[in-house]
T-cell receptor, first 119, second 110 residues
Framework: NAGVTQTPKFQVLKTGQSMTLQCAQDMNHEYMSWYRQDPGMGLRLIHYSVGAGITDQGEVPNGYNVSRSTTEDFPLRLLSAAPSQTSVYFC??????????????????FGPGTRLTVL | GQQLNQSPQSMFIQEGEDVSMNCTSSSIFNTWLWYKQDPGEGPVLLIALYKAGELTSNGRLTAQFGITRKDSFLNISASIPSDVGIYFCAGWAGAQKLVFGQGTRLTINP
């Protein structure tokens, strides 16, 4: 299994440009999510999906769109890039757990990240 | 929203020393996760905790799920150079959102 893959690894955009960050997983996980990581702030949830056709907002959704047409893919779209969106973006996926604890999901597996710079 | 307060923010230790870091919240969490992130990589899961009071080990790492369900700690014994990195605590807020602490940056002097 390749696990969680992300493309591109690096990207530079000009203010106002749009682009899509790709994320795919081959583990048949129901749950997928996008985070951004900024210095000193940990990882903040942008959007998440609990299955194909279902998406919801996280902590910092403004300026980003997502869709989940298949179990495997969860692309993140920047509609009109702004310098404030300069960050490292991580995609993650989780299997639905059976048994331990009341949470619906347990471990999250992360991709290698996309480093985005908006000029 | 729910937040996790992780401390310390950074640690500078000598190789061979033990390390302790913790995570607290004003809200109850049902699952606690501890991750390590190496430079240029995504976080990697170290330990998962599912029950209040649970103590779990993974090699030189030991983590505990606080009895109040509002805190957790991670200990690393006999640190080695490859332990360098950023350690994050995380907890599931409700059923569908994973919340992260700000991270503890560990630096080891040989």
């Amino acid at each position: 299994n390749a696990g969680v893959t992300q493309t591109p690894k690096f990207q530079v955009l000009k203010t106002g440009q749009s682009m899509t960050l790709q994320c795919a997983q081959d583990m048949n996980h129901e749950y997928m999510s996008w985070y951004r990581q900024d210095p000193g702030m940990g990882l903040r949830l942008i959007h998440y999906s609990v299955g194909a056709g279902i998406t919801d907002q996280g902590e910092v959704p403004n300026g980003y769109n997502v869709s989940r047409s298949t179990t495997e893919d969860f692309p993140l779209r920047l509609l009109s890039a702004a310098p404030s969106q300069t960050s490292v973006y991580f995609c993650a996926s989780s299997p639905k757990h059976l048994g331990q604890g009341p949470s619906s999901y347990n471990e999250q597996f992360f991709g290698p990240g996309t480093r985005l710079t908006v000029l | 929203g729910q937040q996790l307060n992780q401390s310390p923010q950074s640690m500078f230790i000598q190789e061979g020393e033990d390390v302790s870091m913790n995570c607290t919240s004003s809200s109850i969490f049902n699952t606690w996760l501890w991750y390590k992130q190496d430079p240029g990589e995504g976080p990697v899961l170290l330990i998962a905790l599912y029950k209040a009071g649970e103590l779990t080990s993974n090699g030189r790492l030991t983590a505990q799920f606080g009895i109040t369900r509002k805190d957790s700690f991670l200990n690393i014994s006999a640190s080695i150079p490859s332990d360098v990195g950023i350690y994050f605590c995380a907890g599931w807020a409700g059923a569908q959102k994973l919340v992260f602490g700000q991270g503890t940056r560990l630096t080891i002097n040989p």
